[in-house]
C-alpha cells in the first residue's frame, strides 16, 4: 500500500534552516509529481511548493519563494524540502503527497520561535 512517511522536523530559531524528507513505498516514485503541503493551526492546508515527476518544473507558493527549495531522489523514492531563512509564519504540519492519489502520511511538526 502507499506509505508517505515525512522526518526532518522541529523547534529551530527564526532565520533557522531545516531540512525535511519524505520516505515513499507502494507506488512507482518516478511516475508522479509531488507536492509538499502545511497547515498551520486554524489554517487550511496550503500548496507549499511542487515538483514534476522529471524534476525539472518547480513551482512554489510566492510566502516561500527564495527561501525553500523542492527535490527529488528517484534512486531512493525520497522527496526533500530544503528550508532557510525561517519564520515564525512557517510553522505548520508538513505532509508530502503525490499528485492524484490520496494518501497521506502522518506529517512531521515545523516550529519556528525564539
Known amino acids: 500500500q502507499v506509505q508517505l512517511v515525512e522526518s526532518g522536523g522541529g523547534l529551530v530559531q527564526p532565520g533557522g534552516s531545516l531540512r525535511l524528507s519524505c520516505a515513499t513505498s507502494g507506488f512507482t516514485f518516478t511516475f508522479y509529481e509531488m507536492h509538499w503541503y502545511r497547515q498551520a493551526p486554524g489554517k487550511e492546508r496550503e500548496l507549499v511548493a511542487s515538483?514534476?515527476?522529471?524534476?525539472?518544473?518547480?513551482n512554489y507558493a510566492d510566502s516561500v519563494k527564495g527561501r525553500f527549495t523542492i527535490s527529488r531522489d528517484d534512486a531512493k523514492n525520497t522527496l526533500y524540502l530544503q528550508m532557510n531563512s525561517l519564520k515564525p509564519e512557517d510553522t505548520a504540519l508538513y505532509y508530502c503527497?503525490?499528485?492524484?492519489?490520496?494518501?497521506w502520511g502522518q506529517g512531521t511538526q515545523v516550529t519556528v520561535s525564539s
Open positions: 515538483i514534476s515527476y522529471t524534476g525539472n518544473i518547480i
Open positions: 503527497k503525490a499528485a492524484s492519489l490520496d494518501n
